[in-house]
């Protein structure tokens, strides 16, 4: 549980990737695209500020992440608290 941001660590492999993290409710609609961009090996960071694409705030509740980099693809779950 967050509140209120969140930050969401992640490495990427030497060679680099195209990188794409989103952030979805949990009927599967996209809220906020917080990455979407090439980046070179390493480690970085992105934040989530409970905001949606718009800058409006969003309902406390579930939501997912998704983040896509070259063939990995992984979505995890996180619980914003207001």
Do not use: C
């Amino acid at each position: 549980p967050f509140n209120p941001v969140t930050t969401i660590q992640y490495d990427v492999p030497a060679g680099g990737a195209d990188v794409n993290i989103a952030v979805f409710d949990v009927s599967g609609r996209l809220v906020r695209t917080l990455v979407n961009e090439h980046r070179n090996a390493g480690r970085f960071s992105a934040q989530w500020n409970g905001a949606d694409g718009r800058g409006g705030s969003v309902a406390s509740g579930v939501y997912f992440y998704r983040m896509r980099a070259g063939d990995f693809a992984e979505t995890r779950k996180m619980v914003l608290l207001k």
